[in-house]
């Protein structure tokens, strides 16, 4: 653990996933009223404090840069983004990354012409009441354990975590915080790049998915009936029921749980699915970004470069 910083001007929380990165800033006004819930900064942070200032920042629009594996241009114009944002403040930047490495370096890079600095939110073992029980805790996902420790500290009980992204994670806490487990499989967009496909196919592919988003509703055709007349909707509909049948196979596991347990899902993939399970579930875009402020909070961040 090592020594909480000072708090700064205004967070910008970043999630660098596989795909895309995220960012959320938490400007000065909310910034002081969540340093005002955690007391002088060592005291455990009002859990709904925390949550609320996430879910009210402003600006999780302004900037979800398109990332693309071995482009480093589109990762600097991220960055640039960032660059003008934070500078002559001073700012954290709290970063949740399963992306390339060059990418956080390229963050940092930029934070620092700011007088900002970088804090890399890093897997704990036992933290904030949850306890991880992989073999290997570094090849654990830090945003699915971001996404544990805000799901946990929401639940405060046995919890169901699903992210749909470029993976669609799968992570279950039972009530004492324990990690019983999860699963990851292809997101929606994954599934269908898995494909080969010719270009003018994954073209046409996206039309009818497009189509089939605003469609979806108004069909009187059970979704998992669905057939397909032309490559692209025999493609589009294979990956959806593919997709949907696992996402329903949690759902029951999650309906008929003993003790129960609750549903919490992330991730925009979420919305693009139009799909609406059965059981009790909440939908928070953004569980990452709640799980980095807790974990800085209580200290299990690390600054970026790590000091020698
Ligand atoms: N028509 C669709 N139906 C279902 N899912 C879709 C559709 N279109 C896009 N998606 C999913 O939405 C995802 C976008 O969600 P999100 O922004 O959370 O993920 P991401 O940023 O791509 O992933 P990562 O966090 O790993 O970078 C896409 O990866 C894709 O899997
Ligand atoms: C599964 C993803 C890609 C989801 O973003 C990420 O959490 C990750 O790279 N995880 C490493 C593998 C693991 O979690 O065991
Ligand atoms: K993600």
Redesign the pocket.
Known sequence: MIDQPAWPTQLLLV?A????L?FKLIRERAVKELRAACGNGEAAPRKQQVIETILEAESVSFANAE?AEADSSRHLAAVSVLRDFLADQRHLVLVSS?APSAVVTLLQRSASEGNGVVELARVKQDAMGVSMRYGAIGTLGV?RWLGMVAAFQRVEGAVCVVD????ITVDFLAADGVHEGGLIAP????SLSSLNMADSLKSAVRVV?LE??GADLKSSVNRQERLGLSSAKCIFHGV?RM?VAFLDSIFSQVEFAKPPCQLLIT???WP??AYAPLVNYRYVQELVFEGLVHAWVAGHTEPFPQKP
């Open positions: 999630d996933g596989n795909t895309r995220k990332l399963v945003d749909c992204g470029t993976a997101g929606f967009s994954t998915a089939e988003a959806d997709t991730g925009g993939g693009a699915l």
